[in-house]
């Protein structure tokens, strides 16, 4: 089992929809996590930290379930802009390795007109 | 400076040649990462560099790939005897180390 397993999607949805994607990982001991944004052909950017109680900014919540070992991100009354791969960032509580941050492979959205 | 820069920006050369990329992370960032990512794909780890701590080479693929980083500033990746399969964009990320990374626009390889 990989360490953090996104569907890959492609996600087509209308303007206007409400999206919803998950990330689950593997390492129960896993601490902090987070949402990237990347648009084609361009470098990853942070979208959001995930907290423990959830986390809204503006059209976009996420949350993590540790029973289930998943975070979610949650787009809102999306938009054309929205359209871009979504990367979740997983980090360990101590890996033993300098090498702490595991990406997922990405979701990939698309929001038509 | 503001963002991470990465040079160049394009390379493209020729199977066998040696290539060095270049990253400039964020002053004052103490961790620097390497990834690589080919088309379509996710980001494959390849080394993070520490301060002045032994740097995690795990990920480097080949003897053909190593990297530096002299100190907290700049790091050189070399890709000595380019294959095709080393096309890829190849980018560079730098934290202070609240574990939110900040990447460059990448370096974008095409081997022929």
């Known amino acids: 089992r990989k360490e953090v397993e996104q569907d890959p999607g492609p996600f087509n949805v209308p303007e206007g929809a409400t999206v919803a994607f998950n990330c689950t990982y593997s390492?129960?001991?896993?601490?902090?996590f987070f949402w990237y944004r990347q648009d084609c052909r361009k470098e990853p950017k942070l979208l959001m930290s995930v907290y423990s109680s959830g986390n809204e900014d503006g059209r976009f919540t996420a949350q993590l379930n540790r029973a289930s070992q998943y975070i979610s991100l949650l787009i809102r009354d999306s938009k054309l802009s929205d359209s871009a791969t979504y990367l979740c960032?997983?980090?360990?509580?101590?890996?033993?390795?300098?090498?702490?941050?595991?990406f997922g492979s990405g979701t990939q959205l698309t929001v038509l007109p | 400076g503001a963002g991470v820069s990465q040079s160049p920006s394009n390379k493209v050369t020729e199977k066998g040649k040696d290539v060095e990329l270049r990253c400039d992370p964020i002053s004052g960032h103490t961790a620097l990462y390497w990834y690589r990512q080919r088309l379509g794909q996710g980001l494959e780890f390849l080394i993070y560099?520490?301060?002045?701590?032994?740097?995690?080479k795990s990920g480097l693929p080949s003897d053909r790939f190593s990297a530096e980083r002299t100190g907290e500033s700049v790091s050189t990746l070399t890709i000595q005897r380019t294959q095709q399969e080393d096309s890829a964009v190849y980018l560079c990320?730098?934290?202070?180390?609240?574990?939110?990374?900040?990447f460059g626009a990448g370096s974008r390889l095409t081997v022929l």
């Open positions: 960032v997983v980090i360990p509580i101590s890996s033993g390795s300098a090498r702490q941050l595991t």
């Open positions: 990320a730098s934290t202070s180390g609240a574990n939110v990374l900040t």
């Open positions: 390492n129960s001991a896993s601490q902090s």
């Open positions: 560099f520490q301060g002045n701590s032994a740097p995690d």
